[in-house]
């Protein structure tokens, strides 16, 4: 069976699942980055419902979504004069803070860790439902753990049917790549995950360098695990332009800018206009598109490092690692 689908602009679909959260359901609602998978953060049970549609390892924590930075004391300690500058500056949008947590926040959410990672989301219709539902929202990515993330409403339906009570259906997501994580939590400030927001931009606001956090088995956030947002046909990233292709293979190509690169059975083009923005918006969704082909490979073009192209490459190269 499918899941229920309703319109994410109708204020009746948005009271519906304010409600279902509220009664400890869960939802699949749009965000800026991708779809999340929300339940009440504060009813243990309910967060548990989410990490089993998901199939989620118990100790991979989630994101809490709030409706403002005015609620960020139900959840989190943000009396570190950074949190207001950095929520001034980035709230709402897709920027994760981990933050020490409160004691109201339950285990399963931090998978046991003294830190939460909360935001505050970019999108009408969340905004609208975190507003209506008023309880923070613990959601992750909603799709299958590992795989690639959800950028539309069919990608959350094709993954997890009727395990989500509501789907809410808010069309394309603009960013198209999860939030940046940015720990607090220990000082100096960590990047724990490269994403929506820009590395340069939150050097500047902090004033610091940052660097990437490794990959780490024990995470501290989403996103983290050397493997992750993987398709299930192999993908390879190369290390420049891509090659024609001379032997037989079906072998398909996902382009950073056009190429004219011959002999794969299907080519995904991110940005015809080189902007990594409008790369990082199309890279999930192409993913699909070449993993729903039966291919044998697919092989990725690199893209540059700096603005949304550090997020890009943190993707592709975790997908790579899959079949490493």
Not at 73 to 87: E, H, I, K, Q, W
Request: hydrophobic share 45%; charged share 20%; net charge neutral.
């Amino acid at each position: 069976m499918s899941a229920r689908v309703a319109p994410a602009a109708d204020p009746a679909a948005i009271a519906e699942a304010a409600t279902i959260l509220r009664n400890g359901g869960i939802v699949a609602f749009p965000t800026e980055t991708v779809y999340g998978l929300g339940a009440n953060a504060l009813d243990v049970r309910a967060v548990a419902r989410v990490f089993e549609a998901k199939a989620r390892p118990s100790f991979d924590p989630l994101i809490v979504h709030l409706a403002g930075a005015g609620d960020l004391s139900t959840v989190a300690d943000g009396r570190d004069p950074r949190v207001a500058r950095l929520a001034a500056r980035f709230w709402p949008g897709p920027l994760t803070l981990v933050l020490p947590r409160r004691p109201a926040v339950p285990d399963l959410v931090t998978s046991g860790l003294d830190t939460v990672g909360v935001r505050v989301p970019d999108h009408p219709a969340a905004h609208a439902l975190l507003a209506a539902a008023q309880v923070p929202v613990a959601a992750p990515s909603a799709n299958l753990f590992g795989y690639v993330s959800p950028t539309t409403a069919a990608h959350v339906v094709e993954q997890l049917g009727d395990a989500v009570d509501l789907v809410l259906d808010g069309g394309p997501c603009r960013v198209g790549v999860e939030s940046t994580v940015l720990s607090l939590a220990g000082g100096a400030p960590r990047l724990l995950r490269p994403g929506g927001v820009a590395r340069e931009d939150l050097e500047r606001a902090l004033g610091v360098t940052l660097e990437v956090a490794p990959p780490a088995e024990r995470p501290l956030a989403p996103g983290q695990l050397l493997q992750h947002y993987a398709t299930r046909t192999p993908l390879r990233l190369l290390n420049g332009r891509p090659p024609d292709l001379t032997s037989p293979g079906r072998v398909g190509l996902l382009a950073f800018t056009p190429t004219p690169a011959r002999g794969y059975v299907a080519v995904e083009v991110l940005a015809t206009d080189g902007s990594p923005v409008t790369a990082a918006a199309r890279l999930f969704a192409a993913l699909r598109r070449l993993d729903a082909l039966g291919l044998e490979l697919i092989l990725a073009e690199p893209c540059p490092e700096t603005g949304l192209g550090l997020a890009i490459l943190d993707r592709l190269r975790r997908a790579a690692a899959r079949g490493a």
